[in-house]
């Protein structure tokens, strides 16, 4: 069993007791300003300045954005970073011209600018939203908040339910971000990983919990490149949902990885004894760190809760029979120690020293970067089959606009709903779905670094 420290715990173990606050809704058609700007926040211990951010409404996270299933989101985008922005609503299966992508489904929205975001939440769950614009940079200065979709009717019982966004920092020794956001060197390699972790901005994250009270912790990788690999002491639950989507059935929790983007919710309940730690806990190749802390006060129950049933499902269409499925392949290549000599950008060959150049050191099927041809076309409502073969030294996070897929197993069983898959090194993982929304998708690594440097590609859908 891997021993737990509390390495990030010097500071504000307790007292940290966040008052309860109930969830406020967005309510219907009420436009609210998302104000992208500058800001600082306390992520080091205190004895370190506070470092200078990007965030939404100035803060990291930014808001957490509430609203009920089937509900309309009205967001009014004001940029005043010194940079052009654009929010994309990840997992949020949308229409095509809210999806935020610059200079796919929108112009970026220039600094001192607006826009103006409208759509309808299908599903209930976990979602997030990030600028869609050197991301990047942006992602790694703090551009990122999470967006709770309720469920209606049937919302699973809990004492308590929080969002738990899970990100690593690269800080400098004086505790600010450090530059070089376009290092080939990360490009090439795992992206760019930080040295310093957080929960909701906070290296301490904390919160006092009774023991046998059930909490839904609902979890978000928001780092550019880090996959996290998390485990639990005191707490004991399930897998509910996974990338918004819930499960057929909760799934016994053991070790989660999470990969870039993707989201996990968690039904637990709080098994230590009073004056016992319950931690949410990050294993790395040294040991396992605490990265959130649930000290146990009280007793809320005399025992433990029975198991928790599924959460409804979310009106995502059935797949299609998959043997006469269209199909389609991508091929990953490129990176450190990947091989790749050349590959075609802006419709011309170039050799990988050229590419390197122009800060390209990836490809899919021997493109690097977005080709003017999408992967595939689709018929509205096809069922569509991708096998994605990769071919590199190096794993990575596949994210999907506008839809969420299976994955096909080998014994031709799918999996779960995902918008967001990883696949290692050597691997090749097939996903299936529905291509029932139209317009021009985007698909590509969510390791940022990776789909800056060439790992991306686009669907047409309809
Ligand atoms: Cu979360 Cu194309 O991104
Ligand atoms: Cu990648």
Redesign the pocket.
């Known amino acids: 069993m891997t021993r737990i420290t509390r390495r990030q715990f010097h500071t504000s173990m307790l007292g940290a007791a966040a008052a309860a606050t109930l969830p406020t809704f967005a309510g219907a058609n009420s436009a609210q300003v998302l104000r992208a700007r500058e800001g600082s926040a306390r992520l080091a211990p205190s004895e370190y300045p506070e470092t200078r951010i990007w965030g939404y409404g100035g803060s990291v996270p930014g808001p957490v954005l509430r609203a009920r299933q089937g509900e309309r989101m009205v967001q009014r985008l004001r940029n005043d970073l010194p940079q052009a922005s654009s929010v994309?609503w990840?997992g949020i299966r949308i229409k095509n011209e809210m999806d935020g992508?610059a200079g796919m489904t929108q112009s970026a929205v220039a600094p001192g600018e607006e826009f103006l975001y409208e759509f309808v939440l299908p599903d209930a769950g976990t979602y997030w939203y990030?600028p869609?614009n050197r991301t990047y940079e942006q992602m790694a200065r703090g551009l990122y908040g999470a967006l709770i979709v309720h469920e209606g009717l049937d919302a699973p019982e809990v004492d308590m339910d929080e969002v738990l966004l899970i990100d690593d920092w690269r800080l400098t020794d004086q505790a600010q971000i450090a530059e070089g956001f376009g290092d080939m060197h990360d490009w090439a390699h795992a992206g760019r990983i930080g040295n310093w972790i957080t929960v909701n901005g906070n290296s301490g994250w904390s919160r006092e919990v009774p023991q046998y009270s059930r909490m839904r912790l609902r979890l978000v990788n928001t780092a550019n490149a880090q996959i996290f690999a998390l485990e639990t002491r005191g707490l004991e639950g399930w897998i509910v949902a996974l990338d918004g989507m819930p499960l057929e059935a909760p799934q016994p929790l053991e070790r989660l990885t999470l990969a870039p983007?993707q989201r996990a919710d968690l039904i637990v309940d709080v098994m230590a004894d009073e004056g016992e730690g319950a931690f949410l806990a990050n294993i790395e190749r040294d040991g396992g760190f605490a990265i959130a802390a649930f000290p146990v006060v009280g007793v809320k129950r005399q025992a433990r809760l029975p198991a928790p049933g599924a959460l409804p499902p979310n009106p995502v269409p059935s797949l299609g029979p998959l043997e006469t499925a269209t199909r389609s392949k991508l091929q990953m290549e490129g990176g450190a120690m990947g091989g790749m000599r050349s590959a075609i950008m802006g419709g011309r060959t170039m050799d990988i020293r050229d590419m390197v150049a122009e800060g390209k050191v990836w490809a899919f099927n021997g493109i690097a970067d977005m080709g003017e041809n999408p992967l595939l076309e689709a018929a509205l409502g096809e069922t569509v089959r991708i096998a994605m073969i990769n071919d590199t030294a190096w794993p990575h996070g596949m994210?999907l606009?506008g839809h969420h897929f299976r994955q096909i197993r080998a014994d031709g069983t799918v999996g779960p709903l995902r918008d967001t898959t990883l696949i290692d090194r050597g691997e090749t993982v097939e996903i299936a779905f529905v291509a029932d929304n139209p317009g021009d998708w985007?698909l590509?690594c969510?390791m940022l670094e990776h789909s800056a440097g060439g790992m991306m590609t686009w669907l047409r859908v309809g």
Request: proline share 0%; aromatic share 0%; net charge neutral.
């Open positions: 994309h990840h992508v990030h869609h983007a994210h606009h985007l590509h969510h």
